[in-house]
C-alpha cells in the first residue's frame, strides 16, 4: 500500500487484538507508531525490537488529558501525525431492565465518547500537516445489527459511525479523510467466552457465510488500506468486514411459511 513510509500513526487500544495487529502492519510498512493504552505490557518486548519507532502512553481515551498526551507525545516524538486508528472499546453486557445506568454511562465513555475526543485532538495535530491526514474508527456490524445484552455497545457503536460522517465532513476542509470500520466477530480476548464455548461460537457461525470469526490481522489490513494512498478518495464511508453476516442478520421466513408457501406469522 501506498503512502505509509515514514508517516506516524496513533493507535488507541494498541495493546491487543485489532490494535495491536494494525500497530504490527504498520511497523512493517515502515510507518512510526504511538500506542495509547491501559497498559502497554505486551507491547514492551515488541518495541524493544523496532528501533524507536514505537512509543507507548499509558492511558484511558475516555479521559482528554490522556488523549491530549498521546497527540502530543507523537508531535514530540515524530514531529508530525498522518493518520490514526482509534480502536479502545470495552462491552459491558446485560438486558436493558436489569442494566445499571453506570455500567452504561462507562460503555459510552469509552466507545463513543473516546471515540470522540480523539477525532477533535487527532484533527487539530493532522490541521497542521500540508497533506492533511486519515482517520479510521473502528465501529462494529452492531451499528448496523441490534445484540441482545449488548444496548450500550450497539448504541455507542452506531454512533460512532455517525460520528465518523460528520467528522468527515467537517475535517475535508483541512485534508482530513474520516472513515470507519465495522467488523463482525473477531478473534480477540473480548470474545473468548464466545469462541471458547463449541455451542454458542457455533450459533454465531451459523449466521457468517464464510463460517468463521476473524483474524485480528483481517481487520487491521483494510483499516490500513483507508488511511493509505490506494483510497486517497475515500471519505465518510463505512467498511463492513464481518464475513457477509450482516446479509444474514433476517431470519429464515422460509421457516414461517404454510405449504402453499404463504408467510404465517400467528401462532
Known sequence: MKGLQDKTALVTGGNSGIGKATVEHLLAYGSNVVVLDLGDNNLKDFEAYKDGR?????????????????????????????????????????LIINQDVEDWKKTLDVDLIGVFLCLKHEARAMRLNNDGGAIVNIASLNA???????????????????????AALEFAHYHIRVNSILPG?????????VLNDENTYGKFKERIP???AAKPDEIAEPAIFLVSENASYVNGTSLVVDGGWEITGYPNLADLSDEDGTFNFAD
Not at 146 to 159: F, H, L, T
Open 54 to 94: 514505537l512509543v507507548t502512553v499509558n492511558g484511558s481515551v475516555s479521559n482528554e488529558d490522556d488523549v491530549k498526551k498521546a497527540v502530543q507525545t507523537a508531535l514530540d516524538t515524530f514531529g508530525k501525525l498522518n493518520f490514526a486508528f482509534n480502536v479502545a472499546g470495552i462491552v459491558k453486557t446485560e
Open 144 to 166: 448496523h445489527v441490534p445484540m441482545i445484552y449488548g444496548s450500550a455497545y450497539v448504541a455507542a457503536k452506531a454512533g460512532v459511525e455517525m460520528l465518523t460522517k460528520n
Open 185 to 193: 466477530l473477531i478473534a480477540t480476548p473480548i470474545n473468548t467466552n
Open 210 to 212: 464464510l463460517n468463521r
